[in-house]
């Protein structure tokens, strides 16, 4: 059996993370969906920044499209298209899976990180004008965003949670989602609206990676990741998401995310053969699942290790790197890096409309 599917047997679903028109016209998302059992993907603002810088496949319709539309109405025009079409490629499976699985995602703009209120009015817009069941809607778990995730679930917005880097991150994220079904079902709504909780790993270690003896490197990211799936457990068995499923509503699944290996002296596939678990999503760019899917190996490894992510988060802390406030810096680093990504990709869209 390929590694891709014992993962699967194993629980966990696989998704790309990425997301061209190419893709798709030539027919590589199918191919992984039929060979590396791959049933959803994510996108963000710098995938969709490197799709457009890299290729022609988007400079028709750009050419072609109306004077009156802004920048980012086209951008939202383009990458719609796409997604849509991701969108109905996974129908099946999302239909098979009863919408546990089989979704994409697009990410609001990354300008209204700190505005709940805007970033409410985005997410409606785009699960209006996508009309897919089988989308979600990317808001960023800053604390504006928090309520925004909120207001969008109670609204019946399917949101995927992104830019997590704690279990304390995550936890939060994860009650705003139940107190928007908590006020869906307290006015007598459907409680059936779905979530992912995206937690970002590897770059814990790129962030201290000068800063820590040998023997640390790219052990942070992962012990931080057992912290978040062990808070993920305990929320599942606590009586008020017990309430909450027996009234009908889905788990919102912890995601992981940023999984592919930056130290080009760690295996390739590091991150995604640690962060095996059932009950949750690896969301891996094609560099890495097709590694994985070539000599990767499943090891149970989150399961494994019971409570040693404390012992290995100690031993940060005893040389210097202070956990808690890292996590807020990486937050606020990924929300700067994805609003520079949206600006480069705001401004190749000018550069191609007029040429």
């Not at 546990?100 to 209006?128: F, K, T, Y």
């Not at 008020?240 to 509503?249: C, D, E, I, P």
């Not at 090891?299 to 290790?305: L, V, Y």
Request: proline share 5%; net charge negative; hydrophobic share 45%.
């Amino acid at each position: 059996m390929k590694p891709t599917r014992q993962l699967h047997e194993l629980g966990q679903s696989l998704w790309l993370d990425n997301i061209t028109r190419t893709l798709l016209d030539d027919g590589t998302l199918a191919g992984y969906i039929e060979r590396f059992s791959i049933t959803g993907l994510t996108s963000n603002p710098t995938i969709f920044q490197h799709a457009l810088a890299e290729g022609d496949a988007y400079d028709a319709d750009i050419a072609s499209a109306p004077s009156e539309r802004s920048t980012e109405q086209l951008f939202i025009d383009l990458a719609l298209a796409d997604l849509t079409r991701a969108a109905d490629l996974f129908q099946p499976i999302h239909e098979r899976t009863v919408g546990m699985d089989g979704w994409v995602s697009m990410e609001i703009s990354p300008l209204l990180a700190d505005d709940a209120r805007g970033s409410v009015e985005a997410a409606q817009r785009i699960h209006a004008r996508a009309a897919r069941g089988n989308l979600f809607v990317k808001i960023p778990g800053t604390p504006a965003g928090l309520l925004a995730i909120e207001e969008s679930t109670f609204a019946g917005i399917p949101i995927n949670v992104t830019l997590l880097f704690s279990r304390e991150q995550y936890v939060a994220a994860a009650q705003a989602w139940m107190k928007g079904i908590e006020h869906r079902l307290d006015a007598g709504l459907d409680p059936r609206v779905h979530s992912e909780a995206s937690l970002f790993v590897s770059r814990w270690d790129v962030a201290v990676a000068d800063k820590v003896p040998a023997p640390l490197k790219n052990h942070l990211g992962i012990a931080v990741a057992q912290q978040a799936w062990r808070a993920y457990r305990e929320l599942l068995e606590s009586p008020r998401w017990r309430k909450l499923a027996g009234a009908g509503a889905p788990v919102q699944r912890l995601l992981w995310a940023s999984t592919g290996t930056k130290d080009p002296d760690a295996s390739d596939v590091l991150y995604v053969e640690a962060l095996a678990a059932p009950q949750t999503i690896n969301t891996l760019p094609d560099k890495t699942l097709k590694a994985f899917a070539d000599h990767g190996h499943v090891h149970q490894g989150m399961m494994r290790d019971g409570d040693e992510c404390d012992r290995w988060i100690e031993k940060f802390e005893q040389v210097g790197i202070k956990v808690d406030a890292l996590a807020q810096r990486l937050q606020s680093e990924g929300a700067q890096s994805f609003v520079k990504s949206w600006n480069g990709l705001m401004a190749e869209i000018d550069r191609k409309r007029q040429h």
